[in-house]
């Protein structure tokens, strides 16, 4: 059974860090396009970045302070996010599609997590 789980969210004070992670099991992340969107309260989910094959993508609202990563051998994606600002604050959620190509479009996306808080407060 193909199965995603988040950690490493948490409450972290502006131009801080947090690096999240997504455990996959039942498949590959190396064969799997992996991204991650976030979800504001009362907002729309929105994309945030995608790791497909060597290709990396990022939403223009995280470029230069978010980078994405994976390693094959514990079969894990990382988000590692940096300068972190109030609204950055949202649910983080990981995805994995079987198509080996990025989409920002979470209907794209077949497979999800639980999603973890990021909380970015002074």
């Known amino acids: 059974q193909l199965q995603l789980v988040e950690s490493g969210g948490g409450l972290v004070q502006p131009g801080g860090s947090l690096r999240l992670s997504c455990a996959a099991s039942g498949f590959l992340v190396n064969a799997y396009t992996i991204a991650w969107f976030r979800q504001a309260a009362g907002k729309e989910r929105e994309g945030v970045s995608c790791i497909s094959g060597f290709s990396r993508n990022f939403a223009d609202s995280v470029k230069g302070r978010f980078s994405i990563s994976r390693d094959n051998a514990k079969n894990t994606v990382y988000l590692q996010l940096n300068s972190l600002k109030p609204e950055d604050t949202a649910v983080y959620y990981c995805?994995?599609?079987?198509?080996?190509?990025?989409?920002?479009?979470?209907?794209?996306?077949?497979?999800w997590g639980q999603g973890t808080q990021v909380t970015v407060s002074s």
């Open positions: 995805a994995a599609r079987r198509t080996y190509s990025c989409s920002s479009q979470k209907n794209d996306y077949s497979y």
